[in-house]
């Protein structure tokens, strides 16, 4: 019996290790589980909460509100009155590092010093007086601390940001920061100017003088060598221009004179009499001559057909034709020699002109060297007056500035006064409080489950301990609604036999007698240490199981406390003692219950001598009898890690019932006791959890009754 009896409780341990694996296999954790962590730890959290939101509460309090106050300013380049550079100078251009620069300047002392100027003018001090220099100077160091500027992104925009318990003072402070600076602009380019227009007047004068007595010192040099010019030319190269002029003209007239002399001069080497020349022929007397002869040379023709050679007629005519022909060869011969002439009118014409440009290129050599010292001079006299002018114009422009002055910067935005603190951010602030005490109270339940030592749950027993879960024995205070306990647990389970407390005791009776395996007859309850409520189960077991008319024994076996005895007020003229020492039967040392009919096996008095009365045959005799007599023997024994009579009492045991109080016993305890009774071959029933807390019922498990207590209120009668 006692082997199948282990065999069979070993199967149930590996289906609940078998579930245990299958149960890790799931990669979400159970939400049930998770909620009964945080139930049993919720105390914990919500104080851990409570101390975060009121450091948070705390930190609110002490902190003094701080305002923030923003004036900006665009960074660019004045449009002055007068333009002193070139339209495509790339000067007006802002880069980076300009507008560092300036954030450098709006945040210098001088700045803060200037504008705590501004801030004496206009406001009084503390005390209602003028400020005085140190009061001012004490201010300018207050501003400066207080300012922080920034660029805004990659923008020209700057941004100036003050800082102060005082809302209009931060206000205040951005403004006239902002105002200063652009003042110290204005000033250090009035100053620029005026330093710049006094250097610039005092050169002028002498600047004017150089340039006129350079202009006249070039006039005299070139009217003295005949260098006056027009149009940017001097004479001699005017008068050698028209000569090369006038010679390439009359160049070309000889050219065509002479080429219409040698054509007629051909001709008359070719013996065409020059009839043919062409100056001839273009001749108006010669063509009226030619008229004439071909009219006579008709005239001719014709009489000479109608007469013979001396006939008057035509002798006349042949007459007349030789005086025309006679004329015609003289006035070929006067145009021949106009050409002639013509020709020689034009040679004698063209060396007239070389003579006249052979002495205009003499004097224009003569200018040539004189050149030289005209260009020197010349330049001396531009740069003179190039001076001048740049040096007037710049007079003018620093005058024009000077009265006009504009900073490189417009104030964009003018500071208001903050309503609302930038500093604590009240609401910013309550999030990260409840963030933090949110984070902090579950961290504090994840350490509190880390450094947990008891058993505390039905997971532990079960995957922890690999023990079977026989139930929870709740703490009498609290299934009490609204009352502390007035009675002790044993006497409270006969009082009220159908209350809450009380069914938790049948409901570990029915665990250990309906439990896989032959119904028991005799139990033994142990703990691993003192004080968990060992004694208290058996008794309310045994109370409560003889009061449903089953015949009980209740063997009080821890001899040293003798519990069980002392809370019956056990009462007998011979005990346990005398009972294993065979001097005394059973029943002479039996006390019973009058409430419930409980028989109890006890002591008068704790053990005094020094023999163990518990050995392994008297106590296997003792249950023995036991057995014949009755239907449930239920063993209170001694703390198994401190007393070894408790060992052979489980030992010899039908069902042993493991009791530990909750939260309290450690996991390492239980875990001892659990070794050393199954190397003693104890059949451990189950493991039951004593004096829990119902109120927090998450703290069992959701396979506990007391789990859905609410649920069953209408079945308890307390």
Not at 196 to 209: D, Y
Not at 508 to 522: E, H
Not at 642 to 671: C, F, H, N, P, Y
């Amino acid at each position: 019996m006692p082997n199948t009896e282990t065999s069979e409780i070993a199967a149930e341990s590996r289906e609940a290790e078998a579930a245990q694996q299958s149960n890790a296999l799931s990669l979400l954790p159970d939400p049930g589980l998770l909620w009964q962590v945080f139930r049993r730890n919720i105390l914990l959290f919500f104080l851990v909460v409570s101390v975060v939101l009121g450091l948070t509460a705390l930190f609110l309090v002490i902190q003094t509100p701080q305002y923030l106050a923003q004036a900006s300013l665009l960074i660019q380049p004045s449009s002055d009155p007068v333009r002193t550079s070139e339209p495509g100078d790339p000067s007006g251009i802002v880069n980076a590092d300009e507008v560092d620069t300036e954030i450098r300047l709006i945040s210098s002392r001088l700045v803060a010093e200037r504008a705590a100027a501004l801030y004496a003018d206009r406001f009084a001090s503390p005390d209602g007086d003028r400020f005085t220099p140190a009061e001012i100077e004490s201010l300018a160091a207050t501003m400066s601390r207080a300012t922080f500027v920034a660029r805004s992104g990659q923008t020209r925009v700057v941004d100036i940001i003050a800082e102060s318990s005082d809302p209009a003072f931060a206000a205040t402070t951005a403004n006239l920061i902002a105002e200063a600076y652009l003042q110290s602009q204005v000033e250090a380019k009035t100053a620029r100017s005026e330093s710049s227009g006094e250097f610039i007047n005092a050169r002028l004068e002498e600047l004017e003088s150089n340039a006129i007595a350079a202009q006249a010192a070039l006039d005299n040099y070139r009217a003295a060598r005949g260098l006056v010019s027009a149009n940017g030319s001097t004479n001699a190269e005017m008068e050698v221009s028209n000569l090369n002029t006038q010679l390439a003209s009359a160049r070309a007239e000889l050219a065509e004179k002479r080429g219409r002399y040698n054509a007629a001069r051909s001709q008359l080497s070719r013996g065409s009499g020059g009839a043919d020349v062409g100056a001839a022929l273009g001749s108006s007397t010669v063509g009226s001559l030619r008229q004439q002869e071909a009219r006579v040379s008709a005239e001719l023709a014709v009489l000479r057909e109608r007469y013979g050679p001396l006939h008057p007629e035509r002798r006349q005519a042949e007459q007349e034709l030789a005086d025309i022909r006679d004329r015609i060869q003289e006035e070929i011969n006067r145009v021949l020699s106009n050409l002639q002439a013509e020709v020689q009118t034009a040679q004698s014409r063209v060396a007239s002109l070389e003579g006249s440009r052979g002495a205009a290129l003499s004097a224009l050599q003569r200018n040539g060297q004189a050149q030289a010292g005209l260009s020197e001079l010349e330049q001396k006299a531009e740069a003179a007056q190039a001076i001048y002018q740049s040096f007037l114009q710049r007079s003018q422009e620093s005058g024009a500035l000077r009265d006009s002055a504009l900073p490189d910067a417009v104030i964009s935005a003018k500071a208001v006064v903050p309503q609302l603190p930038a500093s604590p951010n009240y609401p910013l602030t309550v999030l990260i409080g409840l963030f933090l005490a949110l984070v902090s109270g579950f961290s504090a339940i994840l350490l509190a489950e880390y450094l947990r030592r008891g058993v505390q749950t039905k997971r532990d027993v079960e995957r922890r301990l690999r023990l079977r879960y026989a139930g929870a024995i709740p703490s009498l205070k609290s299934t009490i609604k609204g009352r502390a306990p007035l009675e002790a647990p044993h006497d409270y389970v006969c009082n009220h036999p159908h209350s809450l407390f009380a069914e938790a005791f049948r409901s570990i009776r029915t665990f250990l007698t309906l439990s896989a395996g032959t119904r028991p007859r005799v139990i033994a309850i142990t703990s691993a240490l003192p004080g968990e409520g060992k004694t208290t189960t058996s008794l309310c077991l045994s109370r409560t199981t003889a009061a449903d008319g089953i015949r009980v024994v209740l063997v009080d076996a821890d001899l040293r406390r003798r519990g069980a005895s002392w809370a019956l007020e056990y009462e007998s003229e011979t005990d346990i003692y005398d009972y294993l020492d065979g001097t005394a039967s059973l029943n002479d040392c039996l006390h019973v219950d009058t409430r419930t009919g409980l028989h109890l096996l006890g002591s008068k008095s704790g053990q005094e001598g020094h023999r163990n009365p518990l050995t392994e045959g008297n106590v296997r005799r003792m249950f023995d009898e036991l057995r014949e007599h009755y239907d449930v023997i239920i063993i209170d024994t001694a703390p198994i890690l401190g007393v070894a009579e408790g060992r052979i009492l489980a030992t010899e045991a039908d069902r042993v019932l493991l009791v530990t109080q909750w939260k309290k016993t450690s996991m390492r305890a239980v875990e001892a006791v659990s070794d050393m009774l199954v190397d003693a071959n104890a059949k451990i029933t189950g493991l039951a959890l004593t004096q829990v807390n119902i109120k927090k019922y998450a703290s069992t498990g959701d396979g506990d009754v007391y789990a859905y207590t609410k649920k069953f209120r209408g079945y308890y009668v307390d």
